[in-house]
């Protein structure tokens, strides 16, 4: 056995500029399970400092999100707005100790050189133009740059991706601090994981081609850099990157999906990470397991048959304390009393089975918690026929006579009032689904009677019988 890995202490760390949106919840995922899986701390922070795209309601969707997810921080939220005094002084440091310098480059001279990179098929960077100004011009408010290395090269050992090695020669002199004084991204996150103590970055690997440039950071501030696994993108089911288009919206959709937080989970482990060839891990399988090396190099692509297997796997298996609160949840949503009507754990034990989200199977439980009052015209048309008519008042009088509503009780008295009138069991399942559910779908009609209730039963099967009188 090789030794226990020394604690992780990692970072999720979202712009709020937008949901929780999968990728992002995944990263929070992988994050949380590194820090649980080493005893290690989890870290949340948000990445506010662009005002202008950061708002009130983003950060509250991430947290409502991790919320639901049950992905809960061992500190924070940290605001980067509330340290800007920090990343002031940090730039301060390296201008004194000439390791970054001011720059007065007008926008047209910084766009200029793009374009003569762009047309020369070079990839555009700044020429350190103002590195070493003698006079400073005094009606431009400069930004802060980096100094970035001139020699030599960044290599670092990816933890999911392996050595990765870049020149100095292909990095620039990078903007630290903008001319109002707000830091760059680049500038405030290394400035926050070496405070925050963090000892493993993982994020997207959108962010690869900033890591080299940060470990220089690093370097200039006198600190160690962490260690980094940069996880690859999801991919929608059409093999695009993932997106609006694909329903990627944020994480608390796929609640009003009719997802459980325990399947989701399941899944977005499963996506991008593998132990074998196994799909259902619990949360606790999970930290028991999950090591940030396992995680794939490629891309992974989102299978929403998957996610509705898992769902439904949970819906069945799942914690019932979860699925009942979720299931409540949607109960409200739906506008349906689940006070009237069957407990829900009953509807829970009888509906799992039938459906893969929460979202169907409150849609396919309406009848059991409002009455309704016409039937739907094909059915009824077909099931609701005047030779219905006395199997029903059969079936009436044996169910209400029965003492126990149960479905066993309720099974043979279908059966029986079947073995009186010499006729098939489905002569009377058919019509007697309609007359309970005003239409042709239900579980197993003993346990469609149970669920309603004797009540409710009886009056819909009257409700049935003057309907075929009438007809
Ligand atoms: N705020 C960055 C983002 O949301 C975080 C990147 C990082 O984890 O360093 O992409």
């Not at 620039?172 to 500038?187: C, E, K, Q, S």
């Not at 940030?292 to 509705?308: Q, Y």
């Not at 407990?343 to 829970?348: F, H, I, P, Q, S």
């Not at 439980?365 to 059969?394: I, M, N, T």
């Amino acid at each position: 056995m090789s030794a226990p890995e020394r604690p992780i202490r990692t970072r999720f760390a979202p712009s709020p500029t937008g949901f929780l949106h999968i990728g992002g919840a995944r990263t929070a995922l992988f994050c949380w399970l590194a820090a649980r899986a080493t005893q290690g701390q989890f870290v949340l922070r948000i990445e506010d400092t662009d005002r202008e795209r950061s708002t009130a309601e983003s950060v509250q969707a991430i947290i409502d999100g991790m919320a639901w997810l049950e992905l809960d921080a061992d500190e924070g939220p940290y605001y980067q707005t509330e340290r800007m005094d920090r990343y002031r002084e940090l730039a301060a440091r390296l201008l004194a100790e000439g390791k970054a310098y001011r720059c007065y480059c007008s926008r047209e001279r910084l766009d200029q050189l793009r374009e003569q990179a762009m047309a020369a098929g070079e990839k555009p960077r700044y020429d350190g133009h103002c590195r070493n100004l003698s006079e400073a011009p005094s009606d431009i408010e400069p930004v802060i740059r980096f100094r970035n290395p001139d020699q030599g090269s960044v290599v670092f050992e990816d933890r999911v991706r392996g050595r990765i090695e870049i020149a100095n020669s292909e990095l620039d002199d990078l903007v630290i601090m903008r001319a109002d004084g707000t830091p760059t991204y680049n500038f405030a996150v290394v400035v926050d994981d070496i405070d925050m103590d963090i000892n493993l970055v993982i994020r997207g690997d959108d962010h690869i081609n900033n890591t080299p440039r940060q470990i220089n950071i690093y370097r200039a501030l006198g600190a160690e850099p962490p260690e980094f696994a940069h996880v690859p993108m999801i991919l929608g089911d059409d093999g695009q990157r993932l997106s609006k288009r694909h329903g990627a919206v944020g994480v608390l959709a796929w609640r009003e999906q009719g997802y459980l937080p325990d399947a989701l989970i399941n899944y977005l482990a499963r996506l991008g990470w593998s132990h074998g060839d196994r799909e259902v891990f619990s949360r606790d399988e999970l930290v028991a397991l999950f090591r940030i090396e396992d995680v794939n190099r490629k891309a992974s692509r989102f299978d929403t048959e998957k996610l509705n297997w898992l769902n439904q796997h949970y819906l069945r298996e799942g914690n019932p304390e979860q699925v009942l609160a979720e299931l409540a949840w949607h109960m409200g949503r739906a506008g349906l009393d689940a006070v009237h009507g069957p407990a829900l754990a009953d509807l829970l034990a009888v509906q799992a089975d039938r459906v893969s989200t929460l979202v169907e199977l409150v849609e396919q439980s309406r009848p059991f918690y409002q009455d309704f009052e016409s039937f739907e015209a094909g059915a009824a048309k077909k099931h609701l026929r005047p030779v219905a008519a006395e199997p029903l008042a059969a079936l009436r009088e044996h169910l209400a006579a029965l003492q126990d509503w149960q479905p066993d009780a309720l099974q043979a008295a279908i059966q029986a009032t079947a073995d009186e009138l010499d006729i098939g069991f489905g002569k009377i399942g058919m019509p007697l689904r309609v007359a309970l559910m005003g239409h042709g779908q239900s579980p197993a009609i003993n346990q469609t009677l149970w669920l309603i209730g004797r009540e409710r039963s009886l009056a819909r099967i009257d409700q049935a019988l003057a309907w075929i009188a009438a007809r």
